[in-house]
């Protein structure tokens, strides 16, 4: 496998890590009895919609999908939809950052819905990552050539934009810190108390 195809599967697997926390703190956030750390949800949240807007889909829609239409125009209607994803996947996270808002403001009130908007959003990004690695990436490897891998592999580690490894440690650095403060079995972080009265 090459290097940029390696980035790729990589950051899918630190988004996936975070949609799989969510999912099981939006079950434990639905028991009445505890008052979740919506710090912790909003942090998740915030690394759902920053991480893919800023540091990953850049290197799909600028770099990857330009290279595979000029090599494989036959590949234009799944590039497009990847495309649309992209853009629905962040109208998407308006829904859960507003949920969440809700839930914050309502609680213990709000939970069902948050918890059917983060299903919707987990399940969107997962079939969006599986059409990635399950038809794109595949045929991307047979149709680009080594030069255009050595190109794409240049973008990728950032040379021709200077912040972008300043944006990588930050996103880590995130990363880290929800595993911190997330409780188990997700991360770290200290169980949700009991709400008193
Ligand atoms: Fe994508
Ligand atoms: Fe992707």
């Not at 996270?93 to 948050?114: H, I, K, M, N, S």
Request: overall charge negative; charged content about 30%; aromatic content about 8%.
């Amino acid at each position: 496998m090459n290097e940029a195809i390696r980035i790729l599967r990589q950051e899918h697997r630190s988004i996936s890590s975070v949609l799989h926390g969510l999912r099981e703190l939006t079950r434990t956030a639905q028991d009445p009895a505890v008052r979740p750390d919506f710090s912790v949800l909003r942090a998740m949240i915030y690394y759902i919609d920053a991480f893919p807007e800023r540091l990953h889909h850049p290197k799909e829609n600028d770099v990857l999908f330009p290279r595979i239409l000029t090599r494989a125009p036959a590949a234009a209607a799944l590039v497009q939809e990847l495309r649309e994803d992209h853009t629905k996947g962040a109208e998407l996270v308006r829904d859960l950052e507003r949920a969440l808002l809700t839930f914050e403001a309502c609680w213990p009130y709000g939970g069902d819905r948050f918890s059917e908007v983060v299903s919707a959003y987990t399940n969107f990004h997962w079939e969006h990552m599986r059409k990635e690695e399950g038809a794109l990436l595949p045929l991307a490897e047979v149709a680009l050539s080594k030069e255009d891998w050595k190109a794409i592999g240049e973008s990728f580690a950032g040379n021709d934009d200077p912040i972008a490894d300043l944006r990588e440690k930050d996103f880590a650095q995130l990363f880290s810190r929800i595993v911190a403060i997330a409780p188990a079995p997700v991360g770290l972080g200290r169980p949700w108390k009991q709400a008193v009265g």
